[in-house]
C-alpha cells in the first residue's frame, strides 16, 4: 500500500467551500461571536428596512425561554415565487445564499437599506441550528424551514390563506451555540437596540416580549430623537436648549442625481443634540443601522457644529483676544444621537461598526451648519450659555498648552532644521509624522493642517538600532532628529512615564509607502521606538498610517451622473469598490484601477483625503500585548547574531509572508 505523504501542496489541497459552509467554517468573518445578538440584528434589520421605507408599521420580536428569536413585521412579506434566473424560491436563495439580495441593483425597491455586504440574513441561517419562515403576501400564508444552516427540510409550501391586503414574514430561528462564545443573547442589548429603532422611525411600533425575564414592553416614539435624547437627559445638567434637525442635499443642478464622490440627492441626517456639564456618550445610526465606532457621520456633525457655532462666535465678538476655537472645544461635551441616511454606504466589516464613506463627513457637515447657525440667531439666551461653555474650554485647553510649552522649551536642544512644526502645542490634540523621503514631505507640508500638523522628512533608512548602545544613537542622524523634534530622551523597559513629560506631540505617526521598501522603514522606526523609547509605544502615543494601494475610476455616464473617483486603502476595498460600481450600472471595462506607486506621487488633495484628514484616513496604533514575545520576535528580526536562526525561521515561514512586489 502507499504510503500517504503529509503536508503535500498539489490539485487536491485546494478547498472549495459551497453555499453558506464559508460562515460556518469561519463566523468571525461574518459576524460577531461573542453572543448571538448581531445575527439576531440581521432579521429585524430586514423588518426595520420594510417599515424605513414605508411599508411595514409594526415590528414584533420574542425571545423565547428555549433561546429562539421571533422577528415578525407586517411588511410586504418575502417574495416566495421562483427566481427568473435561479429558478429557486426567492425567500430560500435569501436565507441560503451569501450575495442574494434586493439591495444591491441601483433603483432598487429598498430606496435605503442598512448596508449593502450581501450577507445579512443567510448567516443567520448559517449559525443556527433550524430556522422557519412564515410569509403573508398574495392572499396566502407560505412557510419554509431550515436545518442545521442551509439544509432545506421543507418545500416552501402554502398552509393556509390570508386576505388580499394582509402581508408580513415571520421569522424564528434558534442559534447555534457552538459558534459563540456564549450562546446567551444579552437581554439588555437587545432591548436597547429595539428601543433605538422605535425612535429613529417615529411612528413605528415596536413591541418586545422577553420570556426569559417574564416583560412586555411597547415604544412608539411620536417626537422620535428629540424625546429618545431627553430621556437619556433625564438626570444630567442641560447647558443652553435642545437642538433637534434634519436635512437632505439635493441632487446635481437641483436635479435628482449622484455626485462624482458617492452622494446622492437625499442623502443627509437626523439629528438631536444638547451640551451638558459633563461629556455622556453619543449615539449614531447609518439607515437604522447602530454604528457604536462612529465614523464619517459623526464627523459631519462636529464639523458643521464647530463651523456654525465659531462663526457665531466670530460674528458676535465673543472669543477672548488670542483664542481660537478648535472642533473639539465644541465636541467635549456634546451629546447627540444622529441618525444619517445614506444610499452608498461603505462600512468598516460586515458587522458595521463604523462608517468609512468619505464623502459622508461632507454631506452631514453641510447639512448641519445653517440649520444651526439659524437656531443659534433665533435663541439668544441659549446660543450664549453653549458658546460661553465653548470658551471656557478653548480657553483651558490653551492654559494647558502654554504649561507644556514652557517646560518644553527650558531645554538647550535646538530643534531640527527639517522640521516643520505645528501651531497647537497640546499633545491631546497635535500630531508629528515621520515621513519617508524629501518628495512625499513636500506634497504632505502642502496637505497638511499647519494648525495642528507637524511633519518630519527622513533622508534614507533609519539605522537598525536593535543593539546600538544607547550613548551611540545619536551617530546617526536621523535618529537623533527624531528624538529631538520629540523632545523625550532615549530610555528603556524600566523607565517611568516622567521620561515623556517634555513629550511635543501626542501621536507620532510613521507614514511611508505602500510598498517592500516602506514596510522595511516602519519595520527599522518600530525597532526604535521598542527598543529606546518603549514608554511612547506603552502609553499609546505610536501609530502607523496606511496610504492607498488604488484609484478606481470611472467616467461620466451623462448629465447628473459624473465621473466617478474612489480612494481604496486594501485589496479588499478596492474589489468592493468595483463590485458596487458594477452593480451600479457600470461595465467592467468602463472601471479603471491605477496603483499608486508611492506617496511621492500623489498631490495634495490626494493626500489630505487618504492619510492626513482624521476623518478619512486609516491609523493603526501600535500596541504590544505580549513583551517578551515580541522582544523575542524582533531579536530573531533585527539581531545580528541571528542569522542561522532567522534563515530558518524563513524557510520555515516564509511562505505565509504577505509580498507585495
Known sequence: MAEVQENVYDESSVDVLEGLEPVRQVPGMYTRVENPLHITQEVIDNAIDEAQNGHANRVEVVLHKDGSVTVEDNGRGIPVGLHPEKRIPVVVLAYTRLHAGAKFRKGNTYGRSGGLHGVGVSVTNALSTRLE?????????????????????????????????????????????????????????????????????????????????????TWLYEDGLRAYLQERLEDAELVGELFQGSGRIAGADGESGESGDGAVAGDGATWAVAWTAESIKGESYVNLIPTPLGGTHEAGLRAGLFEALRDYCEHHAMLPRGVTL?????????????????????????????????????????????????????????????????????????????????????????????????????????????????????????????????????????????????????????????????????????????VLEGLRYGKVIILSDADVDGSHIQTLLLTLFLKHFPRLVMRGHVFIAKPPLFRVEAPSRGKGRPAQKHYCLTEAERDETIGQMVREGYKVEQVSVSRFKGLGEMNPEQLTDTVLNPDTRLLLPVKVTDEKETHRVFTLLMGKGEAGERRAWLEAKGDTAEVDI
Not at 162 to 167: A, E, I, M, N, Y
Not at 194 to 216: C, H, I, Q, Y
Not at 345 to 371: E, H, N, Y
Not at 438 to 456: F, V
Open 133 to 217: 419562515v412564515e410569509v403573508k403576501r398574495d392572499g396566502g400564508v407560505h412557510r419554509v424551514h431550515f436545518l442545521d444552516g442551509d439544509r432545506e427540510i421543507s418545500p416552501v409550501e402554502r398552509v393556509g390563506d390570508c386576505g388580499p391586503r394582509t402581508s408580513g414574514t415571520r421569522v424564528r430561528f434558534w442559534p447555534d451555540a457552538k459558534f459563540f462564545d456564549s450562546g446567551q443573547i444579552p437581554q439588555g442589548k437587545l432591548e436597547h437596540l429595539l428601543r433605538s429603532k422605535a425612535m429613529l422611525l417615529p411612528g413605528l411600533k415596536v413591541t418586545f416580549r422577553n420570556e426569559l425575564a417574564g416583560t412586555d414592553q
Open 326 to 498: 478648535q472642533a473639539e472645544d465644541v465636541w467635549r461635551t456634546v451629546t447627540f444621537v444622529l441618525s444619517a441616511n445614506i444610499v452608498n454606504t461603505q462600512f468598516q466589516g460586515q458587522t458595521k461598526d463604523k462608517l468609512t464613506s468619505r464623502f459622508v463627513v461632507r454631506v452631514v457637515s453641510s447639512v448641519v451648519k445653517d440649520p444651526f447657525m439659524q437656531w443659534l440667531m433665533a435663541r439668544p439666551e441659549a446660543a450664549k450659555k453653549i458658546a460661553e461653555l465653548v470658551i471656557k474650554q478653548a480657553t483651558a485647553r490653551l492654559r494647558q498648552g502654554k504649561v507644556v510649552e514652557k517646560r518644553k522649551s527650558s531645554g538647550v536642544a535646538v530643534l531640527p532644521g527639517k522640521l516643520t512644526d505645528c501651531r497647537v502645542t497640546d499633545i491631546s490634540r497635535n500630531e508629528l509624522f515621520l515621513v519617508e523621503g524629501d518628495s512625499a514631505g513636500g506634497g504632505c507640508k502642502l496637505a497638511r493642517d499647519r494648525e495642528y500638523q507637524a511633519l518630519l522628512p527622513l533622508r534614507g533608512k533609519v539605522l537598525n538600532t536593535w543593539e546600538v548602545e544607547r550613548d551611540r544613537l545619536f551617530a546617526n542622524q536621523e535618529v537623533h532628529d527624531i528624538s529631538v523634534a520629540l523632545s523625550v530622551d532615549p530610555h528603556g523597559p524600566e523607565a517611568s512615564d516622567s
